[in-house]
């Protein structure tokens, strides 16, 4: 489906690699400036290689400086006054909607953050029935059932009915976490006919139906229809190809199922709109149970790929890097599996934190983008660096690892996996981009591949596109020649008059 979307703007024509990038990071600055700024960088994203760019939430949230992680009202993208501001922290909905054709007309298409999970920042508190849960097991009661007063009345003054007349109570919820009559912080399951937590959830915590605020009820009718007519309507009113989907494992996943089969077929002409989800769990056989109840086909981020960077990053020199890719949702499911590095629930400082060190993050990202499973996902964290009290430098020469990509990772995969410090691979090129070998290095001494390239070759100089490495080497008459990484570092080389060489300044 990544292919599918990137089609349908660019038609078959287009031959290169596809590769997204997360274009925003958890401490980007607030200000309505992050639309702009994604506007402004739109000619050197397209210059390095990225085709798609997944933007986030634009949906209004329950305050000024909230991500939209903490949403409102999904049809207010920055266009009415509402929780104290018409703008959302990244900018108008002209802004956005302006970013999102500029980025079109330059080749790069648009995923956007769906938050479908919950609602916060209500208007009014409501009094209904619930009972209290156990935070450990959603599925045990620890209290009678008695009324409680949710902020779940959802009415938006400023929107108004404009786009949606729909107004959410308590109705249209499965559970609050506070009661504003006791004052009390907890887990409330609401009371009434067919209520209940969704079984097509994970199971963790007896069911993790329930994640935060007031959590959506995806078996009541009138959000069904609401949240599918959103979806139609916010891709044929922002001209963007598809979603990110927050937080799934709690979702119901028939809704999920159903939401994206109505939006390929009713939602503004995009039958290949591309989608994602964030199911957040080390387990290839839990993520492929989940794909394959949902119908259609779906992809999402391969966790356990992030989790075996940073045990790979972590251990340095005692890790085989011949095993990275065990256990992995690209080694089992190519087709569905988004890879990554890291990203903002990953980053330091957030609850879901894994961050990859940052001596290998260039190794991992060789590994993603000079492949050719998965579809990799680049981190604007990686790529500009992560703001917040504990800042991160982004990766050294990051822009030159996703050109390499869109310039030499294809043609055939030779693999060289044969030793636990020190691995390689060819990939042979097409008719249109000369090949590549890419050398990585996890020892602590220099690492170097014999590589057969192939006769055709013979008598070429081949040289580290990075310039990490500075030997030159030269192919023999029978086509083999011996390359090098660095220790703890990656090389990746190419004929010195391969096409488009001149794009490196670092050469």
């Known amino acids: 489906m990544a292919s599918g979307a990137d089609k349908l703007h660019k038609g078959d024509a287009h031959k290169d690699n596809f590769t997204m990038m997360q274009y925003f990071e958890w401490y980007c600055p607030s200000g309505g400036v992050h639309w702009k700024r994604y506007n402004d960088d739109v000619e050197h994203l397209k210059d390095v290689g990225i085709t798609a760019c997944w933007l986030p939430p634009p949906t209004k ?30 900018g108008s909905k002209e802004e956005f909607v302006a970013a999102i054709n ?40 620890v209290s009678d059932m008695h009324n409680i007063k949710g902020w779940t009345k959802f009415t938006f003054p400023g929107r108004g009915e ?54 959506i009820d995806h078996d009541h009718p009138e959000v069904v229809e609401d949240l599918n007519n959103w979806g139609e309507w916010v891709l044929k009113e922002t001209g963007a190809y598809g979603f990110r989907f927050d937080a799934v494992k709690h979702i119901s996943r028939d809704f999920i199922g159903q939401f994206v089969k109505h ?3 009713e939602g503004g002409g995009h039958p290949s709109a591309f989608c994602v989800g964030e199911f957040w769990k080390d387990s290839v056989p839990d993520l492929c149970e989940y794909l394959d109840g949902l ?71 060789s590994l993603i983008l000079l492949r050719p499973d998965g579809y990799p996902c680049v981190f604007f964290g990686d790529m500009y660096g992560c703001e917040g009290e504990n800042p991160q430098p982004g990766v050294a020469q990051l822009d030159d690892l996703i050109r390499a990509r869109k310039l030499f990772a294809y043609g055939d995969l030779v693999d060289y996996w044969d030793h636990a410090n020190c691995v390689a691979w060819l990939r042979k090129g097409d008719e249109n981009h000369d090949g590549c070998v890419t050398v990585i290095c996890n020892g602590t001494d ?3 591949k014999r590589v057969e390239v192939g006769k055709e070759h013979a008598g070429e100089k081949w040289t580290d596109l990075l310039g990490w490495h500075q030997a030159e080497v030269t192919v023999d008459e029978e086509g083999w020649a011996e390359f090098f990484s660095p220790a703890q570092s990656v090389s990746i080389w190419t004929k010195t008059d391969a096409r488009g060489r001149n794009e490196f300044k670092k050469d």
């Open 162 to 215: 404009t786009y949606s007349k729909l107004k959410w109570n308590f109705n249209h919820f499965t559970g609050v976490d506070y009661d504003d009559e006791s004052k009390t912080k907890a887990i409330y399951k609401i009371q009434g006919d067919g209520k209940g937590w969704a079984t097509d959830v994970d199971d963790e915590n007896g069911s993790y139906d329930y994640l935060m605020f007031a959590d």
């Open 102 to 141: 500029k980025a079109r007309e330059a080749g790069i298409i648009t995923y956007i953050d769906a938050v479908l999970n919950h609602k916060a920042g209500a208007d009014e508190t409501e009094e209904f029935l619930a009972t209290m849960v156990d935070r450990n097991n959603r599925n045990k009661t």
């Open 446 to 448: 220099e690492g170097s």
């Open 263 to 265: 939006l390929r077929r």
């Open 295 to 365: 119908g259609t086909q779906f992809s999402v981020f391969d966790t356990p790929l992030q989790g075996n960077f940073k045990e790979a990053g972590d251990a340095k020199e005692n890790y085989d890097l011949r095993k990275i890719f065990d256990g992995t949702l690209v080694q089992a499911r190519p087709i569905d599996a988004v890879t990554l590095v890291d990203n903002h629930d990953t980053q330091v400082g957030q609850a879901l934190q894994n961050w990859v060190p940052a001596w290998f993050k260039p190794l991992a990202y």
């Open 61 to 90: 949230a329950s305050n000024p400086e909230g991500t939209g992680y903490d949403i409102y009202d999904l049809w207010d993208l920055g266009e009415f006054e509402q929780k104290g501001t018409k703008s959302t922290k990244w």
